[in-house]
C-alpha cells in the first residue's frame, strides 16, 4: 500500500483529498499545512509520495518543495486552483513531479500518482547520471593536473607519470584520483 | 528481441559515441581473475573512457546471475559457463538473452584435494581413480556454480581419468572463499575453485593441488566480462567503453612484473579479496607450490591480456562450454552451437575496441586446443566434439542437475 504523506494547506481546511485518497485504498498520514519543517517531516514519516493540497501556492510551498527535493528527494503531487502557467512553471521548476489542476476523483489518484512517481524515478536517475559525468570530468582533470607536475619533478613522458601514479596507487590499495590529490596537495605545501 | 536497435556504426563514426550511461555498476567476485576490472575501475582506465565504474563484489555466483538478470548490475566479471546457462535456461531462472562482451582471462583455476586424503596417500590421479572405484562412501567435490567453469574443469579432469563425475562421486557447490572452511570441517574432499583459494588453501596447510585448469587445457577459457543482452542493445557506447577500459587495463597489469606486483597489492585490499598478498602474489606470477614439496614456474599461469589472445570472445571458446552441458545432460538437446555462440560473444563491439587501443585480434573466431585426454577442440564440428566422449552422461538428465 503506498504510503501518502498528506500537507492540507487549504485555507479553510475541508480536507478534500483525504476522503479520496481513504477510499482509494492508500494510507494517508496528514501533517497540517506548511508551518511545519517540510523536509523533518518527510524524513520521520518516509512516504512513497508526498501530497500538497494548496489553493494557491505561494513562495512558502515552493521553498518548501526546495527543500524537500534538495535533501530528501521524493515524488511531490501538488494539487491546486491556480492555473497560471507561470506558477506552474515554478513548481515543477522548485521540484513538482506532478501539478493537477482541480477535479479530484478517487478513481483518477491511482494514475496520477504513478504518473509522478514514474517522473520521479526518471529525473532521479537522470541526475545521478549528470552528477557522475561532472565528478569524472573533475577527477580527470585533477589526474591531468598531477601527472603534469610529476612530468615536471621526475622529467619523464606522460605514459611514464601514469605508470608511476597507478603503481603508488595500487601498492597503497588506493584509488588513481587519490594518489594524484595528494601529489597535487604535496606540490601546493612545497610550492 | 532486439527492441532496442543498435547504434548504427556510422553514428559512431560521426561521434556520437559517448557513453549512453556514464556511472556502471560492476559486479565481482573475490577471487584473483578479477584483476582487470579492479584496476580499470581504480587506475584511471575507466575515466578515460567517460565511465564511471562502481564495483560490487558479490557472495556468490547464484546471486551475481540474478542481479545481472534483473539489471540491478550493468556487467560483471562472471563464469563463462554461466553466461551460457542463464542464456540457454539451465538452472534456476528462465532463459534470459545474455551477452559476452570479452574474456578477462584464461587459466588459474585448480582441482584441490583434503589433508585427510594426503594423509591416506591418495596424492595422484591413479590413486584417487583407485578410491574412488572402491566400493564404499562415494567422495565429495565441491565446485562453485553448476554450470559454471569449475564444475566443468572439475567434470573433466575426473573423466579424463576415467571417474565418472556424476555417477563416481558427489558433486556439490560452495562459493569460492568459502572452499577452505570446508575442507577444514571435513564435509569436502576436494574443489575446483579459482586462485587465490586454491592457494590459500596449501598456504593454511589445508591439502594439496592436485590439478592445475591449464593442466586441463592450456590457455583455456574461464572469466568473462558478462551482461544482459538487453544492456548491449540499449548502451552500445557503454559496452565499448568498458571492453576499451578493461582491455586498456589488462595491458597496463601485464606490462611489467612490477605492475603485477602492484596489482597483487592492489587485489589483496579489503575492499576486493581481504586475502594476504603471500596467498596472491606467488600464483599470479606464475610461482606455483602444490603443498606435497614441488615448486614450478607455470608456463601457463594467469593470463589477463597476452597481446589481447585472453581478451577475444572467440566464438569456439563459448561453443565448447555448451558441447560440455550436452556431454553432461544438462543440455537435454543439441542446441544450434554456432548461432548461440554467435548471438551471445560480442565480436564486432570487441573488435572496435581493440582496434581503438591497437591491441591485435585474430581474423578467425575459432582456435584449436589440445586437452589433457588427447581430444582437440576446434569449434569445427560441436555436434560430434559433444559425443566423442567415453564417459558422458547424455542419456541421462535429473543427476545431472546437481544443486540446480
Not at chain 1, 521548476?93 to 489542476?101: L, M, N, R, T
Not at chain 2, 556439490?172 to 574432499?189: F, K, S
Request: aromatic share 6%; charged share 20%; hydrophobic share 45%.
Amino acid at each position: 500500500m503506498l504510503r501518502i504523506l498528506l500537507i492540507d494547506d487549504t485555507e479553510k481546511k475541508v480536507g478534500r483529498l483525504k476522503a479520496a485518497l481513504v477510499e482509494a485504498g492508500f494510507e494517508v498520514i496528514e501533517a497540517g499545512g506548511l508551518t511545519i519543517d517540510l523536509p523533518a517531516c518527510v524524513e520521520t514519516v518516509r512516504p512513497d509520495v508526498v501530497l500538497i493540497d494548496t489553493e494557491s501556492p505561494g513562495r512558502d510551498v515552493m521553498e518548501q518543495v526546495v527543500l524537500v527535493s534538495r535533501d530528501r528527494p521524493r515524488p511531490i503531487v501538488l494539487f491546486t486552483d491556480e492555473h497560471d502557467p507561470q506558477v506552474m512553471r515554478q513548481a515543477i521548476q522548485a521540484g513538482v513531479s506532478a501539478y493537477i489542476v482541480e477535479g479530484i476523483h478517487s478513481a483518477r489518484l491511482q494514475p496520477i500518482l504513478d504518473v509522478a512517481m514514474a517522473r520521479f524515478e526518471s529525473d532521479q536517475a537522470l541526475k545521478a547520471q549528470l552528477l557522475a559525468r561532472d565528478q569524472q570530468l573533475a577527477e580527470r582533470k585533477r589526474i591531468e593536473q598531477a601527472k603534469g607536475l610529476l612530468m615536471k619533478m621526475k622529467d619523464c613522458n606522460e605514459e611514464q607519470a601514469f605508470t608511476l601514479m597507478r603503481r603508488q596507487a595500487m601498492s597503497k590499495q588506493q584509488k588513481l584520483i587519490q594518489v594524484a590529490e595528494q601529489i597535487i596537495a604535496m606540490h601546493e605545501m612545497l610550492g | 528481441m532486439n527492441t532496442f536497435p543498435r547504434a548504427t556504426p556510422l553514428a559512431w563514426v560521426n561521434g556520437s559515441d559517448a557513453p549512453e550511461k556514464p556511472s556502471l555498476d560492476i559486479g565481482f567476485m573475490a577471487l584473483t581473475d578479477c584483476a582487470s576490472v579492479v584496476v580499470a575501475a581504480t587506475q584511471g582506465f575507466a575515466q578515460q573512457q567517460g565511465l564511471t565504474l562502481n564495483l560490487k563484489r558479490q557472495a556468490s555466483w547464484a546471486g551475481m546471475r540474478d542481479k545481472l538478470v534483473s539489471g540491478e548490475l550493468d556487467a560483471a566479471h562472471c563464469l563463462y559457463g554461466l553466461i551460457y546457462a542463464v542464456h540457454l535456461g539451465i538452472g534456476g531462472v528462465a532463459a534470459s538473452d545474455m551477452a559476452v562482451l570479452m574474456g578477462l582471462n584464461q587459466n588459474a583455476q585448480a582441482i584441490n584435494l583434503s589433508p585427510a586424503l594426503q594423509r591416506k596417500g591418495v596424492t595422484s590421479p591413479e590413486a584417487l581413480a583407485r578410491l574412488a572405484h572402491q566400493n564404499g562412501s562415494r567422495l565429495t567435490f565441491a565446485q562453485t556454480f553448476p554450470t559454471g567453469t569449475h564444475a566443468m574443469w572439475l567434470y573433466y579432469w575426473l573423466a579424463s581419468q576415467g571417474i565418472h563425475p556424476l555417477r563416481d562421486v558427489h558433486s556439490v557447490v560452495v562459493p569460492p572463499a568459502q572452499m577452505v572452511a570446508h575442507v577444514q570441517a571435513g564435509r569436502i574432499d576436494g574443489f575446483c575453485v579459482g586462485e587465490p583459494w586454491s592457494a590459500d588453501a596449501v598456504a593454511q596447510g589445508q591439502g594439496f593441488t592436485l590439478a592445475t585448469s591449464q593442466s586441463i587445457w592450456p590457455d583455456h577459457p574461464e572469466k568473462v566480462l558478462g551482461c544482459a543482452r538487453a544492456f548491449v542493445e540499449q548502451c552500445p557506447n557503454s559496452a565499448r567503453a568498458l571492453i576499451t577500459a578493461i582491455l586498456a587495463a589488462s595491458r597496463f597489469i601485464e606490462q611489467s612484473p612490477e605492475n603485477r606486483r602492484s596489482t597483487a597489492q592492489l587485489l589483496s585490499g579489503t575492499a576486493y579479496l581481504d586475502t594476504p598478498l603471500e596467498t596472491i602474489e606467488p600464483r599470479l606470477l606464475g610461482d606455483y607450490q602444490d603443498g606435497l614439496g614441488n615448486r614450478w614456474q607455470d608456463r601457463h599461469a594467469l593470463r589477463l591480456f597476452d597481446q589481447g589472445r585472453a581478451n577475444l570472445p572467440y566464438l569456439s571458446d563459448g561453443m565448447w562450454f555448451m558441447t560440455q552441458f550436452r556431454r553432461w545432460g544438462l543440455l537435454r538437446e543439441d542446441p544450434d552451437y554456432l548461432d548461440v555462440a554467435r548471438q551471445v560473444q560480442q565480436l564486432a563491439l570487441y573488435r572496435e575496441a581493440a582496434a581503438a587501443l591497437g591491441v591485435p585480434c585474430a581474423e578467425l573466431p575459432m582456435r584449436s586446443s589440445l586437452l589433457i585426454d588427447g581430444i582437440r577442440w576446434d569449434g569445427s564440428d560441436p555436434h560430434g566434439y559433444a559425443r566423442s566422449f567415453r564417459l558422458h552422461a547424455m542419456a541421462e538428465t535429473p543427476s545431472a542437475r546437481v544443486g540446480l
